[in-house]
């Protein structure tokens, strides 16, 4: 899908995906640098060991591919607001927060 969106002059937002600390070596490669990149906070932030991975996660990412803008899909962590000046971060709720949203 990716591929055809691109080949047609599409844009397409890398997702970037990381597990724990002995990943972050290798798991950002291939992300374009100094470009959009997106991450989900789906089911990291309720845990406590989810969410150092994913607080950790996203410094290692700011740390290695220099983001422009960050895309936070999910629960937006307000922490992220301050901690990155150099970054333009963009929350965008989840599929499941709109649907909710939309029957209150």
């Known amino acids: 899908m990716a591929y055809a969106v ?3 002059n ?3 937002i890398p997702t970037a995906g990381f597990g724990p ?3 972050w070596d290798w798991c950002f490669d ?3 640098m100094n470009s959009s990149v997106a991450v989900t ?3 990291t932030l309720d845990d406590p060991e989810a969410r150092r991975i994913f607080v950790g996660g996203i410094d290692a990412l700011v740390h290695t591919v220099y983001p422009k803008n960050l ?3 999910g629960k937006y962590p307000e922490w992220l607001n301050n901690k990155y ?3 333009n971060i963009v929350g965008i709720p989840s599929y499941g927060q709109q649907w909710q ?3 209150l």
């Open 71 to 73: 895309i936070v899909c």
């Open 85 to 87: 000046p150099n970054v």
């Open 101 to 103: 949203r939309r029957c």
């Open 10 to 12: 599409g844009i397409m």
């Open 30 to 32: 291939g992300l374009p």
């Open 21 to 23: 600390e002995k990943t």
């Open 6 to 8: 691109q080949k047609n």
């Open 41 to 43: 906070t789906n089911g």
